[in-house]
């Protein structure tokens, strides 16, 4: 079994920061990309930010300068570093990482649950 458990949401005033975590556990042989996503009410789920095995990062147009995603492959943890929050921000946060687990030959996809994010004055 495989599980994402996030954690570091919460209610921050614009301009403020936060920092999400979200980390792997199980049987775990391997992870390769791991990223964060964000969906508001009424809209679609959209990737935020992206990072590979070896540190290379994307990062949607909205956030970038702002939102810094990071990796610790020795915990098999992903950040999210969000700074100069917006409410526009405001959105349950998602992670998702593409695992290998052991004994297998092939690796998917798995989600967290997801941790609200909310930004207001």
């Known amino acids: ?7 570091g ?3 921050v005033q614009p301009g ?10 199980g049987s775990i042989a ?3 990309v791991m990223g964060w996503y964000r969906q508001s009410p009424g809209s679609q789920r959209e990737l935020v930010a992206q990072i ?5 990062t994307n990062y949607a147009d909205s956030v970038k300068g702002r939102f810094t995603v990071s990796r610790d492959n020795a915990k098999n943890t992903v950040y999210l ?7 526009d921000d405001t959105a349950v ?15 998917n996809d798995y989600w ?3 941790t609200q994010v909310t930004v207001s004055s």
């Open 112 to 114: 967290g649950q997801g």
């Open 9 to 11: 949401g919460g209610l």
């Open 52 to 56: 590979s095995s070896r540190g290379s």
């Open 93 to 107: 946060y998602y992670c998702k990482a593409n695992i290998m687990r052991t004994s297998t030959l092939w690796s």
């Open 1 to 7: 079994q495989v599980q994402l458990v996030e954690s």
């Open 16 to 25: 403020g920061s936060l920092r999400l975590s979200c980390a792997a556990s």
């Open 30 to 32: 391997s992870i390769g």
């Open 81 to 87: 570093q969000m700074n100069s929050l917006k409410p």
